[in-house]
């Protein structure tokens, strides 16, 4: 059952494989962290997403910013997508949907007249003491990462 996390709410903790080694939100105590999910590695939109990230990576990192995308992938399939493209953002599976469900982001979508559950691509803005900041749901990709960045810019 998902839940519904608020700007305010304290960000749960977790622990999933990485495409680098285990990632762990507590790890980054001190950091702000962009946390996005996105539905499935190599497809147009989850890779246009990815590329924006990397291509702002000094600006987050400048900003103190720390960025790591979650799907249900494993974490061989994120290394794969990494080395395809150059990706810098940290990659973590999510496959046993715990951590996505208690972000609340494991909703029903709709394509084609077909009804599926899956990943809704959104963003959360975690400041250094683990505090949701900023939400965004629904995610459309032009324009987001630059969004994220001047949201992250002003936790600094």
């Keep these: 059952m998902s839940i519904e996390l608020k700007a ?45 990230f990397t291509a702002a990576a000094d600006d987050f990192a400048a900003a103190g910013a720390v960025v790591v995308g979650v799907s249900k992938d494993s974490a061989a399939s994120h290394q794969k997508f990494k080395a395809k493209y150059g990706l810098s953002p940290l990659l973590a599976s999510a496959k046993d949907g715990d951590m996505i469900e208690r972000y609340g982001v494991w909703v029903e979508k709709s394509m084609y007249g077909r009804r599926y559950m899956g990943i809704e691509r959104a963003t959360f803005l975690i400041d250094g003491k683990g505090v949701v900041r900023h939400i965004w749901r629904k995610v459309k990709v032009p324009g987001h990462v630059a969004e994220v960045l001047a949201a992250a810019k002003v936790l600094t």
């Design 8 to 52: 305010g709410d304290r960000a749960p903790d977790f622990e999933l494989p990485g495409a680098d080694g285990p990632i762990n939100l507590s790890a980054f105590h001190g950091r702000t962290v962009v946390l996005y999910f996105y539905p499935k590695d190599d497809t147009s939109g989850c890779t246009a997403e990815a590329q924006g």
